[in-house]
């Protein structure tokens, strides 16, 4: 069972396409020192069942996932109702559950080659650990060391709903904190204020500003690691998420 896949989800290769040259302003420092070393990048992403949906009581989402996150999970939509899909990601979540020792020693040598493949073309490799689940690998290490110190040139980068979460002495692993319905628009400005990343889903279209606050196009691409800091990341609504209504606090309506 192959745990890095890097082709398998049009999401994590959004960047292949996108006009970065256009969106200036919206690019921290960290992409240009990028684009100045490497010819593109190749992203690899560990797709897990969320939540409670490994059948084994075990929540990956750490218990911050909400009542409309989990009606609207991007696991639940397109390719993911898919059964042999559906299937593969339980038995990843399921993997990592029983036998975790073995899954992360696993993890660790996908990720080496996904590295040596990536330097031998020039390209910059980039990783999602929770492309839906929400699991704090941070805290879970291999023979002492954690991923990111093993890796320290691959760029980790995740969303997550555990505002809680800190890894500001991780130099290579970004986290974007997404709103849900607990969270108010106070504290989305607090989080800006410490020039962390908030991503909200717009309904329509993405707004330019939110209640004040600055608001970049998250849909252009992925690598949420080379967004400038302290602003909102906008994101339209997906999948049954677009004709949902009864999702306030968590999907906006322009």
Known sequence: MELLAT????????????????????????????KKNYIGTITGGVSLAPNKENGMNVD???????????????????????????????????????ENKKFMNQLRDELAKLERRALKRNLKPCVRLNVFSDVQYEKIKIDGKTLFELFPNIEFYDYTKNWFRDVSNIPNYTLTYSKSEEYTIKNIKSMLAFD???????????????????????????????????????????????????????????
Request: hydrophobic share 40%; with cysteine; net charge positive.
């Open 7 to 34: 082709n398998s989800n049009p999401k994590l290769m959004k960047e292949n396409s996108a006009e970065f040259d256009g969106l200036a302003d919206q690019l921290d420092q960290l992409y240009f020192d990028i």
């Open 60 to 98: 990956l989402c750490g218990g911050h996932s909400t009542p409309a996150c989990e009606k609207g999970c991007l696991n639940n939509q397109g390719r993911g109702r898919m059964k042999p899909v559906a299937n593969a990601r339980v038995n990843k979540a399921i993997y990592f559950i029983k």
């Open 196 to 254: 962390l990343n908030v991503a909200v889903i717009f309904r329509d279209f993405i707004p330019k500003s939110f209640h004040g606050m600055p608001v970049i196009n998250g849909d252009v691409h992925d690598l949420r690691f080379v967004d400038k800091k302290g602003v909102i990341v906008g994101l339209t609504a997906k999948g049954s998420l677009k004709k949902d209504l009864d999702v306030a606090g968590f999907v906006y309506d322009n």
